[in-house]
């Protein structure tokens, strides 16, 4: 590798050992085996090293996912199941049994079949998958892999929350973030093979996005409450069922005085 590729494995090894705000620049330099004016020959600044070691490690996470998501692995726990390494002790041999899920032509949740819509064309569908397993077997597996991914990238997502945190003192680093946002959603969206109805890709993508980076910070903070693919999906159909099942068209009522 030449000196530019040298300094980007360098500041990804020190963002994930030291972080963001507590990597120097001599810092670099020394993992990198260069010198100092490397990082302004190459990069400008060391910040702007960082930004694009970062993005670098994103789009490596971003490749390694959608890998895992397009095979059948064998590492993949499956449905309602947790991966051990995900775990502490007490629940490495003690996962979930599995979820029920809605036959295709349940009708139980609303009789005029809005809810089987909501699985169709909502957030629970996604296109042909492995073994012919319904859409909503699917989107569990895609998201045990998703979760199992976590324990592989655990320094990268603490890093990025970090990130987050000092956005207001690095602008250049929200605007980055501004800018690859909507670009993302609609790659989470593509990745998970969502299909939504035209114009609601972004909103659908948000969603994802959300459960994505929730799921991570549950994760990092405790591991052992992490859910499943299948207790994910479960969630997603009750709220649905809460949402479609012929509620008042008007809003909530407020009591007279």
Known sequence: M???EDLLDAAKRCLYD????????????????????????HFGTKELLLNAALRQALEEWGDDLARVL?????ETPAPGTRDPATR???????????LALPGAG??????????????????????????GAGAAERFAVAWDKVIASFVRNEALWAVQFEIIAHLDRTPELRTAFSQAGSQARLGLVELFQ????????????TLLQAML????????????SAPT?????????????????????????????
């Open 2 to 4: 030449g000196n530019r």
């Open 18 to 41: 030291k972080g963001y705000a507590r990597t120097t620049a001599r810092d670099v330099a020394a993992a990198a085996g260069v010198s100092l004016a490397a990082i302004g020959y």
């Open 70 to 74: 397009n095979t059948d692995h064998e």
């Open 88 to 98: 502490g002790p007490a629940m490495a041999d003690s996962g979930s049994a599995g």
């Open 106 to 131: 349940a009708t139980d949740l609303g009789s005029d079949g809005a809810v089987a819509n909501v699985r169709m064309t909502g957030a629970a569908r996604v296109g042909a998958g492995v073994g």
């Open 194 to 205: 969502v299909v939504v109805p035209a114009g609601l890709e972004e909103a659908a993508g």
């Open 213 to 224: 980076g929730g799921l991570a910070a549950q994760w990092l903070v405790d591991p052992r």
């Open 229 to 257: 693919g299948a207790e994910l999906v479960g969630a997603l159909l009750a709220i649905a069922e809460g949402l479609t099942a012929g509620s008042p068209a008007e809003g909530p009522t407020t009591k007279s005085p």
